[in-house]
Nanobody
């Protein structure tokens, strides 16, 4: 079964930075579009950033210019560099592969908690 393991979250002050990582196993990673999602308390999970198999990125308006998604097909890892963090970025962050319908494909991992607070 495909496994997705997210890491890199933590507590950071507003304006700070974090780099999230997601290692995928038991899948042909290089063939899939990958994405980062987040879910804040009491809210639905939302798509934050995505990167195609061809490395084309796309971002939600709320993070555009602050977040950068990238991938390493040798390490089967997708990254999310988050700069200029805001309190509203506080959430659990998850990664997943995207179908042709832009839906998450695999069972969700445990996610990684990002808390932005002074």
């Amino acid at each position: 079964q495909v496994q997705l393991v997210e890491s890199g979250g933590g507590l950071v002050q507003p304006g700070g930075s974090l780099r999230l990582s997601c290692i995928a196993s038991k899948m042909r990673f290089s063939l899939y579009d990958m994405a980062w999602y987040r879910q804040a308390p009491g809210k639905q999970r939302e798509l934050v950033a995505q990167i195609t198999a061809g490395r084309m990125p796309n971002y939600a308006d709320s993070v555009k210019g602050r977040f950068t998604i990238s991938r390493d097909n040798v390490k089967n890892t997708v990254y999310l560099q988050m700069n200029t963090l805001k309190p509203e970025d506080t959430a659990i962050y998850y990664c997943n592969s995207l179908s042709s319908n832009n839906e998450a494909i695999w069972p969700w991992g445990q996610g990684t908690q990002v808390t932005v607070s002074s």
